[in-house]
Structure formats: C-alpha cells, structure tokens
C-alpha cells in the first residue's frame, strides 16, 4: 500500500460524516451566506459597517462551502491527494468556516470602522494549509480566474469606501440611474471614442464600459486616491489637473461628465471639456441649475454660449443626488446638460 492510500485510509476512519452529508453542510452554508450578502443599505456609517461586515462574512461561509465540497468529492470519487496532514481532521462546519476565514484589513469609518478581507489566511497551520490545496488542486482555471477578479473586486471596494467620510471637494458621484439617463442623451456606439474629465471613482465610466465595451475611453482625474481606483478598475487615467489639460490634441465623439459644482467650477469645466469635442459629437453634463438664474458674468455668460449651440436642460428630479443609492447624499438641485457642436453630418 502507497503512502498516499495509507493516509486516505487513515483519515478516512476519523471522517464521522458520509459525503452526502458534507455536501449538505455545504448547501447549508451556501443558503446562509446568500443571506448575508443581499444587497444592503450603505448611505451612514453605521449601515456601511453593517452591510460590510456582513458580506465579509458571506463570502467566508461560501468559502468555507466551496472547501467542503471539495473534501467530500476527494472521498467520494477517491481522487488523487496527499493527505497525510489530515489524519487527526475532523470536518466540522466550524473547522472548514476557520480554514476559510482572512485576516482582515481595517476601513476606517469614523466610529463604525470595520474589517474587510486581506490576502492572507488565518489559519497558516499544515492541516488548514492542505484542507485548501484539496480545493486549489482541483478548480478549473475558469474558477481560479473568477476567484482572482472576486479578489480584485473585493479590494477595489475597499478603496472606494475609505472615501465615504473622507471631505473631497467636489467629490459626489453620479447615481446608476441618473448615469442611465447621460447615456441615453449622448446616443452612444460601441466604436465611439469617449472622455470623462472628472472621474472620480469611475461611476460613470463603469457604467459607460457595461453598456458599450469597446469605446475607446479616456478619464482625467486630479485627485491621487482616485486615481488609484480608476485604474484599479482598469480605466486609462490620461490626466490629472483637467483645468491645465491639454488633451495632448485629441478630440472625443462623447464627452459625458459630472463636474464638481463649487464656485461656478462646473460652468468653466463644461466649456473646456467642449473644447475636447469633435465636430459633430455631443457632451452630456450634470451641472448645478444655478447657471439658469444667477446674475453673474460667469452665468450670464454660460447661458449665452448655452444658447447659441441649442443646448438642451433636462431637469432631474430634486432628490437625483439624495436617494438611499447615492454614495454621498446632497440636497443640490441638478440638471443634465446635452451640447452637440455643430457639423459633421
């Protein structure tokens, strides 16, 4: 008898449950972890903690299923493994759920800091260690790809949150649903070249990039955290301070944008990002509606150019940038601007 059978043989006297009953822990441990990672509310701090730690622990528990899965498969179809680290395991829930869990990071949140997952296991023992080899050595890479950008995801996430209570000026990204109604105005193709000259955590470009997947897109962003998630996110970060931007002579069938409002910015950045435009293409802006009845130099002056492209406003409704799916809430009103330059066909 080979060493490898002997250990089989060995562990398989201390298993005190079938593979039929490991898979329906792990069926039970799925069913849960579903539970805990609905879609929750995130728009305080408190219910941020709350829906985070509540998917850390979702993704624990599918884990630790995927992982008992795999050792009830090992037995059931008696495949090839080294278990000789395993002769004193015992496969309770618990035992798989310790294996599964990460050390965690910690997001500050104010008074409701909390944990997401790192990179590293905490359980580095030798029978924990062998426990996930099982799993490793017999996903396909299909799975091993999706377990990589689950990863890659989770990290990503973490960035964006570290900015929730974190004062960035201008800083109020645009919601799903208002970002929808950008991308419908800018009658958009999926060849188009496409600009984003302010950012931020990259809503718009994301939803851009699902909707149309081979533009061509370009983001200018200034600040530095930012910039880390857009390309996190694998957006090309072309430029930093866009009011000192040159373009680098390039010109974009699209141009969608959600300035920052402060001082009148948005008008003065809605004119330059026109300037990005090829003849015949369209911007789409979210702006303040101050720019409709402000007596200043800087509105009247707006209002002028506006007009003479036959620029469209469309109001948005009052609560755009204050519902419970808003990452920052503010009570601004808002409207979408939609400016074609003239020519072309």
Avoid at 4 to 14: E, G, L, R
Avoid at 212 to 235: R, S, Y
Avoid at 257 to 263: D, G, T
Wanted: proline share 5%; glycine share 8%; charged share 25%.
């Amino acid at each position: 008898m080979s060493r490898n059978n002997a250990a089989k043989v060995n562990t398989q006297k201390s298993v005190r449950r079938s593979p039929a009953a490991l898979l329906k822990m792990a069926e039970s441990l799925d069913r849960q972890a579903e539970g805990k990672l609905r879609n929750r509310p995130t728009h305080t701090p408190r219910m941020l903690k709350h829906a985070r730690t509540a998917e850390r622990e979702g993704a624990q528990m599918r884990r630790a299923a995927e992982l008992i899965r795999t050792f009830a498969r090992v037995f059931a179809e008696d495949l090839p493994a080294d278990l000789s680290e395993l002769k004193a395991f015992q496969p309770t829930k618990q035992r798989f759920l310790e294996i599964a869990a990460r050390r965690g990071v910690l997001v500050g949140n104010g008074y409701h800091a909390y944990y997401v997952d790192g990179n590293e296991w905490q359980d580095t023992g030798p029978e924990a260690e062998a426990i996930r080899d099982l799993s490793t050595g017999v996903k396909p890479p299909e799975q091993q790809q999706a377990e990589a950008e689950q990863a890659r995801q989770t990290e990503i996430k973490r960035m964006v949150d570290e900015l929730r209570n974190v004062a960035v000026e201008g800083f109020f990204p645009t919601p799903d649903n208002v970002i929808d109604q950008m991308i419908a105005a800018a009658d958009m193709q999926d060849s188009q070249t496409v600009l984003e000259p302010s950012a931020g955590i990259g809503s718009i470009c994301d939803r851009v990039k699902a909707a149309f997947p081979h533009v061509d897109l370009d983001a200018v962003e200034l600040c530095p955290a930012l910039q880390k998630i857009l390309k996190a996110k694998g957006h090309a970060v072309v430029g930093g301070d866009f009011a000192s931007w040159s373009g680098n002579g390039r010109q974009y069938d699209r141009v969608l944008m959600n300035p920052p409002f402060e001082k009148g910015s948005d008008m003065a950045h809605v004119r330059q990002a026109f300037n990005h435009v090829k003849v015949g293409g369209r911007l789409v802006a979210i702006m303040s509606n101050g720019f409709r009845y402000r007596q200043t130099t800087q509105a009247a002056g707006f209002r002028e150019w506006l007009e003479g492209l036959a620029g469209d406003v469309l109001e948005l409704p009052e609560d755009a940038f204050n519902g419970s799916n808003a990452f920052r809430r503010t009570g601004v009103n808002a409207v979408m601007v939609i400016v074609q330059k003239p020519g072309g066909q």
